[in-house]
């Protein structure tokens, strides 16, 4: 077993150096997944772009919910899945809501038995667990003041893009995400929660920032120019004509 995994990534990773160093164009999702093809391969690619990875476009602000400013409320949508840090950001929850009492959290999830299960095994109070369409999504999450990305810091994380926060962000909800992922390097925004991994530090960091007063229309000016700048479509098209005539 052991050799044929080895056997397996080691041709993984020709295949990987063959395409970095043969495609026309290259496109890395992060400038940190372009740094770590640099020092793993000791290369130089040409002829790429840098694209993050989105699925949403944010709503106008007539559509957002900015009551949710005045509570400290916090929402995860996604799975149960162990790489998504569950119970790290139970874990972080909990010491929040230990020195913020009135914090309330709510999880998404089409796995609501797991849920259940990580609640009460982490005695979390104030809390909502439900599983909704598809299509309402985006409402549901438009609710809540803050939205969990909570990841560890392995190289995965590292180089990626969760979409998850293009979808916080495009309702108005602030991301808390973890310092480990590379890309938080790439927003510039003080709406815009990066937490360490360190659990009580990561509650003493939110807790500092709920302190914060919020003006809604400054934030959906900030969240709108990450938009332009990392959230794009038409930057994406410019980006690739520009490097296919160059």
């Not at 400013?69 to 916090?74: A, G, H, L, Q, W």
Request: aromatic share 14%.
């Amino acid at each position: 077993m052991i050799g044929s995994n080895f056997v397996t990534c080691l041709i993984w990773n020709i295949l990987e150096y063959f395409a970095l160093k043969t495609a026309d164009i290259k496109i890395f999702v992060s400038q940190s997944m372009l740094d770590h093809y640099k020092k793993k391969y000791n290369i130089s690619p040409n002829n790429y772009i840098i694209q993050a990875c989105f699925n949403k476009n944010i709503l106008n602000f007539d559509k957002w919910n900015i009551s949710k400013y005045s509570t400290p409320s916090f929402v995860y949508a996604g799975s149960m899945s162990k790489w998504q840090c569950i119970d790290d950001m139970l874990a972080l929850f909990i010491r929040i809501q230990k020195n913020m009492p009135n914090a309330s959290l709510a999880i998404f999830t089409a796995d609501i038995a797991t849920a259940h299960k990580k609640l009460e095994a982490y005695g979390v109070e104030n809390a909502l667990v439900s599983s909704v369409p598809l299509e309402e999504i985006d409402y549901e999450i438009s609710k809540y003041k803050y939205g969990f990305v909570v990841r560890d810091d392995s190289i995965v994380n590292i180089v990626s893009t969760p979409t998850k926060i293009n979808s916080y962000l495009s309702v108005g909800t602030i991301p808390i995400v973890s310092k480990s992922i590379g890309f938080t390097n790439d927003i510039h925004t003080e709406y815009f929660l990066k937490i360490s991994s360190d659990l009580d530090e990561a509650a003493s960091e939110v807790l500092l920032f709920n302190e914060k007063i919020l003006d809604a229309r400054d934030l959906y000016k900030a969240y709108s120019a990450l938009f332009s700048e990392l959230y794009s479509i038409e930057n994406f098209k410019k980006k690739i004509t520009d490097l296919i005539n160059s």
